[in-house]
């Protein structure tokens, strides 16, 4: 009996992790815009050092200093979206440059 329960108790174990951890990034605004996950991630670099550090002197442990990194998710969302969609505009024009060149390749083969 306990052989047919354990797997339904570990796939509702890993499906309430997982339900859990989604609901705790779309409440915190991190599936949202680019101006949501600025604000979370602004909220999250105030709150983690705080909290590690408690950690550490609870478990008695020195962890070294964290880099300071400058990251704009504004930025990088948008350079992405930019270049995305300058290769679809480009791809059609690309695709006959191709197109042309592999006749010529073939046409000088045939010869």
Known sequence: MAAKILPVVKLATKVGIAGGAVYVAYDSGLLGGSDEG??????????????????????GFELPAAPKIEFSPGDAWNSGVR???HALSVAPT???DYT???FEYLKGLAK
């Open 38 to 59: 600025s604000v979370a991630l602004s909220k999250a670099k105030a709150a983690i050092p705080p909290a590690v550090e408690e950690w550490t002197k609870y478990f």
């Open 83 to 85: 270049k995305s969609i």
């Open 94 to 96: 690309a695709v006959c």
């Open 100 to 102: 042309s060149q592999g």
